[in-house]
């Protein structure tokens, strides 16, 4: 069974930045789907970042490309999301979220009913 343990939100001044970590075990493979979700306040939830670890192949929503880099440490089985140049808009509970398969068909990546494995949040808030 796969956990995944956020850490790394908090609060911070629009322009600021941050970095999201999730720490995540009980699988003994790196071929995993692994990325990242938000969800803020009255909307739905929606793909922010993932990245097929096997390979390396990224995904982006168009809402935060050239902000938000996703990185992956395989030996630490951990994944990352760097937030530069953060804005209001990005507040939201950030989760962590894999699956073997999600990601696999391209525009799928973005779907989460897709992932099975998901952590319990870590909350981001940027004013300003």
């Known amino acids: 069974q796969v956990q995944l343990a956020e850490s790394g939100g908090g609060s911070v001044q629009a322009g600021g930045s941050l970095r999201l970590s999730c720490a995540a075990s009980?699988?003994?493979?790196?071929?995993?789907?692994m990325g990242w979700f938000r969800q803020a306040p009255g909307k739905e939830r929606e793909g922010v970042a993932v990245?097929?670890?096997?390979?390396?192949?990224?995904y982006y929503a168009n809402s935060v490309k050239d902000r938000f880099t996703i990185s992956q440490d395989n030996a630490k089985k951990t994944l990352y999301l760097q937030m530069d140049r953060l804005k209001p808009e990005d507040t939201a509970m950030y989760y962590c979220?894999?699956?073997?398969?999600?990601?696999?068909?391209?525009?799928?990546?973005?779907?989460?009913?897709?992932?099975?494995?998901w952590g319990q949040g870590t909350q981001v808030t940027v004013s300003g």
């Open positions: 009980g699988y003994t493979d790196s071929s995993y789907c």
């Open positions: 979220a894999a699956d073997r398969r999600a990601c696999l068909y391209g525009h799928t990546w973005k779907f989460d009913f897709e992932y099975n494995y």
């Open positions: 990245v097929y670890t096997g390979g390396g192949i990224t």
